[in-house]
């Protein structure tokens, strides 16, 4: 398992080739039988990966914002809705409310300081226990450089798949 974020980055610049034939092959597996194994994978590393000692997604990606989790944050914050939104959120060309910050606003050191309040894109982040995985290939590959989750778990999918 790696999870030295330095070195995640280093070998996905290295196999970006190779993960894209990695994504060309995948299309062609049955999509029920990837989905099984990346349940498993991922069941097996979220439990091995401390999510409080990484952080690196809320330093990269800004997480969609429903209504339902801004009524949450204001609670948590004890804010207005009408201030919360003037400070923290933006409102992206495809209409997506986002956090303005990045990093977010909300990461202290590695760790999120409202955990129990945050929002579901963050909470279902990396979203590997989602069936359809190879419908959403593009996507959860854009994570394997940023999250040691989708890194390892793509990795050893490589290997039980014979892929190499
Ligand atoms: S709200 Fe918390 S979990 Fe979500 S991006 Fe910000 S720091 Fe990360
Ligand atoms: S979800 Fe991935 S990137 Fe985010 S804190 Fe956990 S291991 Fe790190």
Redesign the pocket.
Known sequence: MILDLQEIKKISEERKKENLRFISFLKGQNSAKIDVLVHKLNGLYTSNIDCTQC?N??VH???ILAESDIDILIKALKVSRQKFKKVYVMTDEEGDML?KKL?????KGKK????TS??E???SYPHLYKDNFTSRLYGIFENYAICPIVFNVIEELKGKLNFR
Not at 103 to 107: E, K, N, R, V
């Open positions: 952080g997604c809320c990606l800004r997480p956090f990093p977010c606003a909300f990461l999120c300081s409202l955990y945050r929002p894109d963050c909470s």
